[in-house]
Each structure stands twice: as C-alpha cells, then as structure tokens.
C-alpha cells in the first residue's frame, strides 16, 4: 500500500481513537503530580531531591508508554493492508507532541532553584521512554499477545528498582556524588537510548512467516 498524505490523514482518526488514553493520562498525571510536590509543600529541595523526584516522574511516564501500542483488536487490524509499522509510528507521532509538552511541564513544576541540568535530565527521559517503546514493540513483535501493556509495566517498574540497586556504582546511571553528580553517567544513557532505539526499529516491521502464514490461512481452499 503506497503511503501519501491522504493515506495518513484517513489513519489518524482512527489510531487516534484507539489510543489508550488511560494509561497514558494516569502515567502523566502521576508524573506530573511527583514534578509538583516541591511546589505542593513548604518543604525545601534540594537538587538531588528534585531529581529523585523528576526521575521518578519520568518513570510513572515511561509506565504509561508501555501501553501505547496496545490493541485488542489486533487479531482483526492484522489483516489490513497498512502495515503494521506504518501504523505503529503514526501512534508514536500522534503522542510524541504531548510527551513533549508533558517533560516541558514537568520540568517547570520544579523551582528553578532546585532544577537538575535540563539536558541531562532530558536524556534520561528519552532513554526512559525509548525502552518503554521498545519493549512494547517486542512485545507486540515476538508474540501475539493483544495487550501487553500492563506486563511491560510491572517489568518496567521492577527492572527501573533493581537497576538502582544493583548496577555498579561505576556505571553512574543512578549515582548523585557530592560533586558534579549530573554529569555522572550520561554516557551511559546515551547508550542505553541508542540501544533501544535499534530494538525499536528491528521490532517495527511485521515478521514475515507470520505475515506469510496469515496470508495462505486467508486464501480460499
């Protein structure tokens, strides 16, 4: 199926529709509600609990990404003739614009006093959210399960906690020493962003034995 703009204009009415709007609006509301306790309490931050508090908004965020690619219809979706992949970068499209508006609010709920490094800190979510892509899509890729979402989420979360504890120190993905401590690790993030980002991309197209298998099971005997 050839892609032109009329293609895309008649897809995005209806993968806008099939969003799941829940799981992103808890994700974010969550995240945003950790982004604005400085501000909710009298209680002073410093930069590092800010971070703390920024990171973990970053995750609740990345939590509800993981149910993007969610569709209970995809035994049906399956057999259209827009490819998967076409229809997978559309939802990222139409959510790339809010996510990018959700970080810019977050971001400004912390004081300026206490705010880590943007571009640091940006890194980070877009690492954060470039696995919580990835994983779906494999997910989506390597079975045929409909809605994995809230699976990719409980291992998300659980993955995020035993990183914290158990990666060492060195690597400083989650360290904040006393000096220069946002500067630790990105490097690392980088890594880590460039990774997903090649599942991301390898997990996108259809496989083809199943594209194969689904079209001999749709000719008639």
């Known amino acids: 199926m050839r892609v032109t703009t009329r ?4 897809l995005a009415r209806p993968v806008l529709r ?9 994700g974010a509301g969550a995240g945003l509600l950790l982004a604005a306790l400085p501000r909710l309490t009298s209680a002073d931050f410093d930069p590092k ?45 139409l959510v790339a614009p809010l996510a990018a508006l959700w970080w ?5 709920l912390i004081p300026a006093q206490a705010r880590p490094p943007v571009g640091d800190t940006t890194l980070e979510a877009a690492a954060a959210a470039v696995v919580a892509l990835a994983a779906s899509a ?8 409909a809605e994995p979402g809230q699976r990719l989420a409980i291992a998300l979360v659980a993955t995020s906690m035993a990183a914290a504890l158990l990666l060492p120190q060195e690597w400083g993905l989650f ?16 890594f880590v962003l460039a990774g997903a980002a ?19 099971l749709s000719q008639p005997s």
Do not use: Y
Request: aromatic share 6%.
């Open 138 to 145: 494999a997910a989506i890729r390597l079975t045929d399960e």
């Open 175 to 190: 360290a904040m020493p006393k000096n220069k401590w946002w500067a630790v690790g990105h490097d690392h993030w980088a």
């Open 18 to 26: 099939t969003l799941p709007r829940r799981a992103l609006g808890a």
């Open 49 to 93: 609990s800010a971070l703390l508090l920024l990171r973990g908004a970053v995750l609740a965020f990345a939590v509800g990404l993981t149910f993007l690619l969610d569709d209970p219809a995809r035994q049906v979706t399956a057999a259209v003739p827009t490819r998967r992949m076409l229809r997978t970068a559309l939802r990222t499209a």
């Open 198 to 216: 090649l599942v991301w991309a390898a997990c996108g197209p259809e496989p083809v034995r199943r594209r194969r298998l689904r079209l001999t």
């Open 7 to 10: 293609v895309l204009g008649q």
């Open 104 to 108: 810019t609010a977050a971001v400004l």
